[in-house]
């Protein structure tokens, strides 16, 4: 397959001088070249190899052109497939269910790869989080948000960076409370009627995803 590209590429590139078919004394077509658009025309019958070369360069690197163009229309057209199935609230942030349980970092992880994160800034404002607490619950499961106090024992930072405050928060009574020192990410609790609990991140837990408009 490389090799065939190569000599179809070689043709082009030869094609891309102008040629002058002429006949030679042995009555054989051989060709001149010019080099360039206006260049030279180089002697009858020469190849002029550097020429050759420097076409295939040209066609190669035009390829290369084509090829990236290609591949970010293709990201453009999966990421628009990919939203439309996603539900769009009042922030205009996109949010989706995902029902696959896995540990906080994957979840996070699963998020980044589509380009989001996992929900913060639609939890923490009530009144997107009561729109998309419908989403949560068709889960019937512990869901992963975007929250944790990972880097800090009981300072809770949401996945965009943003601290967490109290009013933004809804956490279960008693919540969080670091049970056995090991509760590090955070999570909307079916048992706990959606409110939030902190838990080991090595649960595996369903996860709400969201992708800024
Ligand atoms: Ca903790
Ligand atoms: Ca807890």
Not at 79 to 100: D, H, M
Not at 115 to 127: E, F, M, P
Not at 165 to 192: E, H, I, L
């Amino acid at each position: 397959m490389y090799f065939t590209w190569i000599l179809v590429i070689l043709c082009v590139g030869i094609s891309h001088g102008q040629r002058n078919p002429e006949q030679s004394l042995q009555g054989q077509q051989t060709y001149r070249i010019r080099k360039g658009k206006d260049g030279p025309i180089e002697p009858s019958g020469v190849v002029n190899f550097k020429i050759v070369k420097e076409t295939i360069k040209e066609h190669f690197n035009v390829m290369q052109q084509i090829r990236e163009q290609l591949g970010s229309l293709t990201t453009k057209m999966a990421r628009i497939e990919q939203i439309s199935t996603w539900y769009k609230a009042q922030n205009n942030y996109y949010y989706k269910l995902f029902y696959n349980e896995v540990i906080y970092a994957e979840a996070k992880e699963n998020c980044k790869r589509l380009g989001g994160q996992l929900a913060s800034a639609g939890i923490r404002d009530k009144n997107v989080r009561r729109e998309i607490l419908p989403l949560v619950k068709s889960g019937r499961y512990n869901t992963w948000i975007g929250l944790n106090d990972i880097r800090e024992e009981n300072t809770f930072i949401w996945e965009d960076g943003v601290t967490a405050t109290a009013g933004s928060t809804p956490w279960r009574g008693g919540q969080p409370n670091n049970w056995s020192g090991n509760q590090d990410c955070v999570d909307m609790s079916a048992s706990f009627d959606w409110k939030l609990n902190d838990e080991d991140c090595a649960q595996t837990f369903k996860y709400l995803c969201e992708i800024e408009p």
